[in-house]
């Protein structure tokens, strides 16, 4: 069975930090695009931050530039986002995806497997 598992979200005080994982498990993400989505209440799912099967590419949404980083481990099947600076407009339910392209996409329907979520949640 294949698996996505989030885990270090919670709540932080603007401008804090926090760094989110997904493990993967089931099969390897090795060639595959990975995604981190966002979506706030009433919002639209969009793609925060995308990295091709190698980590040579990546790709962040316009308000996260400076301030994410997305990054992948092969060897664990794990991928990270590390958030600095965080603003209250970043809160909401964070899921890492895998996409069954080698390269980033930026439409939630190109990604095949989900996690099941983690709450980020800034405070002002």
């Known amino acids: 069975q294949v698996q996505l598992v989030e885990s270090g979200g919670g709540l932080v005080q603007a401008g804090g930090s926090l760094r989110l994982s997904c493990a993967a498990s089931?099969?390897?993400?090795?060639?595959?695009?990975m995604g981190w989505f966002r979506q706030a209440p009433g919002k639209e799912r969009e793609l925060v931050a995308g990295?091709?099967?190698?980590?040579?590419?990546?790709y962040y949404v316009d308000s996260v530039k400076g301030r994410f980083t997305i990054s992948r481990d092969n060897a664990k099947n794990t991928v990270y986002l590390q958030m600095n600076n965080l603003r209250p407009e970043d809160t909401a339910i964070y899921y890492c995806?895998?996409?069954?392209?080698?390269?980033?996409?930026?439409?939630?329907?190109?990604?095949?497997?989900w996690g099941q979520g983690t709450q980020v949640t800034v405070s002002s």
């Open positions: 995806a895998a996409s069954s392209m080698m390269n980033i996409v930026t439409r939630p329907s190109a990604y095949k497997y």
């Open positions: 089931g099969r390897t993400f090795s060639y595959d695009a």
């Open positions: 990295l091709n099967w190698n980590g040579g590419t990546t």
